[in-house]
């Protein structure tokens, strides 16, 4: 039953993180006669309206930002709150979770598999249920080689961090319940920042690359960390948003799982010479060991901004594909296409420089106030 003046209602969870944001200002765009929930953790209720308000009048007036917690008993929710939701919402996009890998175990698990259980039981209790679009990643296959195929789960694999091992757990758990409730699940490989203009949250995986570029000296040539044969698999945000919304709507996605991935992903060789060459570097004419690699990514320009270099490191080492099959047959005919790096390579490296810059000047400008005589 469509509520009045609403052709369906769609729930986000993660929001107002940036995937949640972007999830959510993109169904707006697309789907014009929507409404939209999102449940909003305490400590985030204030970004999530400043994030609101960013929107135009119409389209906040189509957005109802509940506070609760997608990892909490009945979403953290008063029994009203909950039976209300429950008998409104349609389709539910699942992109509450942890994933940048030096996340400690006690969160990933709270999160990745908590937050997956009470949306499989909300999902029991929704009246007019169309689907549950569960966001996963494509690191559920932890350090497995060559090709992954979109239907394998449990192939034998272990985890390098406990976000991977718990993002695989939670993903066990939707499959289990495809029997009886209407799932999608995605798996995002690495996603990057917006194809259109570089925006990003958070500077993990493959930024790790671009910022041991944008932070070397400027006659200096930068040196691959590795050989550089293995694919490196990245998506931009922008594009994650558009195939999970129309994924999430198509009948035929109901009980199967889809990759978001590049079908032709560049080795990470060719995208370490195009983020040199977009960043006015000197292109690489070798490679430098993982220890050495590693120290390099403790430099004060990089740990600023980045979360996880040591697991980089082995990211990009790992020679694994991923089987676009299933998503690419969906995708026939929609008009939605994986943009490639070359297109906006530029973007994401003016991006990176541009936050680097500010944090530099923020951390001088915070030294300079500490040293202040008159303070």
Do not use: W
Not at 158 to 170: D, G, I, L, N
Not at 288 to 298: D, E, G, V, Y
């Amino acid at each position: 039953m469509a509520i009045r003046g609403y052709d369906e209602a769609v729930l986000v969870t993660g929001f107002p993180t940036f995937r949640g944001r972007q999830m959510v200002a993109h169904l707006l765009e697309a789907q014009p006669k929507s409404l939209i929930y999102v449940v909003v953790k305490s400590q985030f209720v204030e970004h999530a309206k400043e994030s609101l308000g960013e929107l135009d009048e119409s389209d906040r007036s189509r957005v109802v930002a509940i506070e609760g917690d997608a990892a909490a008993m009945d979403l953290g929710l008063s029994g009203k709150e909950y039976r209300e939701l429950a008998s409104k919402v349609n389709r539910i996009h699942h992109v509450a979770q942890v994933t940048y890998p030096a996340a400690p175990r006690e969160l990933a698990e709270t999160v990745n598999i908590g937050a997956t259980k009470e949306i499989i039981e909300l999902g029991r209790m929704c009246e007019h249920l169309e689907a549950i679009v569960m966001h996963s990643s494509s690191t559920v296959s932890g350090n497995r080689v060559g090709l992954v195929l979109e239907s394998e789960l449990s192939a034998g694999q272990s985890f390098r961090t406990p976000v991977e091992e718990t993002m695989a757990r939670a993903e066990r758990l939707a499959r289990s319940a495809m029997d009886d409730l209407p799932i999608v699940v995605l798996r995002p490989s690495q996603i990057v920042g917006d194809s259109r203009n570089g925006e990003v949250d958070r500077f993990d995986g493959p930024y790790l690359l671009i910022l041991l570029i944008v932070n070397s000296p400027q006659d200096f040539p930068v040196l691959l960390p590795t050989k550089g044969d293995a694919p490196m698999h990245m998506v931009p945000i922008d594009y994650v948003v558009q195939v999970a919304r129309h994924i999430g709507r198509e009948k035929s996605a109901i009980g199967r799982t889809f990759h978001i991935a590049d079908p032709t992903p560049l080795s990470v060789r060719r995208v370490f010479e195009l983020v040199a060459r977009s960043g006015g570097k000197r292109l690489p004419t070798g490679f430098i060991p993982s220890n050495i690699t590693r120290a390099l990514l403790r430099t004060p320009g990089i740990n600023m901004v980045a979360k996880s270099p040591r697991a980089f490191v082995d990211l990009i080492a790992t020679p694994v594909r991923y089987d676009t099959r299933n998503t690419e047959a969906i995708l026939r005919g929609s008009g939605i296409t994986c943009p490639p790096f070359e297109s906006y390579v530029d973007q994401i490296v003016t991006y990176v420089k541009q936050r680097v810059r500010e944090e530099r000047t923020a951390a001088e400008d915070h030294a300079a106030e500490i040293e202040d005589p008159l303070l």
